[in-house]
């Protein structure tokens, strides 16, 4: 018997716990003819910020060993050209759809869902996620890497918008817990984990970075064993569900995110590779967990036993 796949992020439901990543698929139009992203849990959106951002200069991206590095910086057409521009055609194509935003100042971020809240009635998202921590902008960790900013965001995010809110949090930090408790208290549905790793790339024979600003982000297979640690830390910490990324490539990836307590997963990095991988991954989750007799995906959520300390 297919396995149930609806999971609740707080009181954004999904009909299955699959999510594309944010920047991976721009607003989804952009891979729609590619893959049904109706049979997706939610499109993330490419972040949207109050002003249109050209991005950095190139290269902008680097293949590595197990991954990629990016310093997009950010590009997006600014809010007003989104809701006019982007938004109506997304609504109209029907597929679930999460609006990733970011600001330089607390107030930045409350602009931008009150922005969302207000075109509600016409161009509904299904919940937003605040991206507290890219690295390729500056002061874009900011927000991430102390909890009372974070929670100063995600307490103004809060007040503006009854929409599903998600904080997504970046792993460059000593120990992702208090963070993640903090957008917790102020008033987060759920965090996403993790955002990329600081990361860089070198020319050697030019003596120079591969990128301007010298760090990028890191994503891909590389990080997976270690967004799966951040993924069971945050979850052991927190009551709201937590969003799992980082290096998911199949479904065997996204199993063991949820085993580890993640309620869901963002599917970043593969689309690249291969557009259809959500949805791949979507149809070998329900095949494994058939495998696997397990008739409901959340009974597989937070399930990970660690193991017994050895005797002393
Ligand atoms: C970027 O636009 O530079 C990537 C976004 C992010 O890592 O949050």
């Not at 139009?29 to 893959?35: G, Y």
């Not at 935003?101 to 602009?111: C, L, R, T």
Request: hydrophobic letters at 45%.
């Amino acid at each position: 018997m297919r396995p149930r796949m609806e999971v609740a992020l707080g009181p954004l439901r999904l009909r299955n716990p699959v999510m594309t990543a944010s920047g991976t698929c721009g607003s989804g139009l952009e891979l729609a003819p590619f893959a049904d992203l109706s049979r997706l849990g939610a499109v993330v959106g490419k972040t949207v910020t109050r002003e249109p951002r050209i991005g950095n200069p190139p290269p902008r991206t680097f293949e590595t060993a197990a991954g990629m590095l990016n310093s997009i910086g950010l590009q997006n057409p600014g809010i007003d050209r989104f809701l006019s521009g982007v938004l109506p055609e997304v609504v109209a194509s029907g597929y679930p759809f999460v609006a990733n935003i970011a600001g330089e100042s607390v107030e930045d971020f409350a602009a931008l869902a009150a922005r969302f809240e207000a075109v509600r009635g016409t161009l509904p998202v299904a919940g937003i996620e605040a991206n507290l921590s890219c690295p390729n902008v500056a002061g874009g960790l900011d927000f991430s890497v102390d909890p009372r900013r974070a929670a100063e965001v995600v307490g103004a995010l809060r007040r503006a918008t009854t929409l599903p809110l998600l904080a997504k949090l970046s792993p460059n930090v000593t120990d992702v817990r208090p963070l993640a408790r903090a957008c917790e208290e102020a008033g987060a549905d759920a965090v996403t984990l993790v955002n990329t790793y600081l990361g860089a790339a070198v020319d050697w024979r030019r003596r120079k970075p591969v990128f301007g600003r010298v760090m990028a982000g890191l994503s891909g297979p590389a990080i997976k064993p270690l967004a799966l640690f951040q993924v069971w830390r945050a979850s052991s910490a927190v009551r709201i569900p937590v969003v799992g990324i980082g290096g998911i490539m199949d479904a065997g990836d996204a199993l063991e995110f949820l085993c580890a307590g993640a309620r869901a997963v963002q599917v970043g990095t593969a689309l690249f590779r291969t557009p259809t991988a959500a949805n791949d991954l979507l149809d070998g989750m329900e095949r494994l967990l058939e495998e696997e007799g397990i008739a409901d995906v959340n009974d597989l959520v937070g399930t990970l036993r660690p193991r017994a300390e050895p005797a002393p």
